[in-house]
């Protein structure tokens, strides 16, 4: 069965340094999300992607965010100087179409020290 | 954000007998229902969905109801086997921001033989 990728699996980071996150959604799909959940709390939608261009983003995803899709395959999560409280898992999802059922990945555990 | 409840955190079944796991929602602009499954150190997998235009949805062992008047969904697993020990997420999304899922903060499932 397709699934949606992301690498890596655990990246640890300074604090104030860039990270990138990687994801492959699932070939066929045209929606792209980013969600992340910090420890003990509920998964929190980030941002949704398609046709090249930012659909939506939450009031979390701000400056320091940003996303991309620089091929066919892959998505990517920017984060710029990251902070303490970027401390989080996030996951990738893809959907077929916008109002399908979105398929996540088995996310990046953040660690900023 | 509490526009997706559930109250329950944790619940106890013994195998062969039937989870019902509770989900309470705020917003009246929600017209999509989803539940997910998430194994520890793994992604919340997709499980099933239903529309606002319906009221039930089946798929295998597992059923949603909704009650849009209550604004109230369940997901009924029937019967419980060991293997559907995880925590269960309830998520929903609106005609408004249709990629947007809001979920609830999960409800453990401990299935017992």
Redesign the interface.
Known sequence: EPEVTQTPSHQVTQMGQEVILRCVPISNHLYFYWYRQILGQKVEFLVSFYNNEISEKSEIFDDQFSVERPDGSNFTLKIRSTKLEDSAMYFCASSGRGNQPQHFGDGTRLSIL | ?QQVKQNSPSLSVQEGRISILNCDYTNSMFD?F?W?KKYP??????LI?ISSIKDKNEDGRFTVFLNKSAKHLSLHIVPSQPGDSAVY?C?A?GTD??????????TQVVVTP
């Open positions: 954000d999509y989803l997910y150190a793994e992604g919340p997998t997709f969905s997420f998520a999304s921001s249709w990629g947007k899922l809001q979920f609830g903060a999960g």
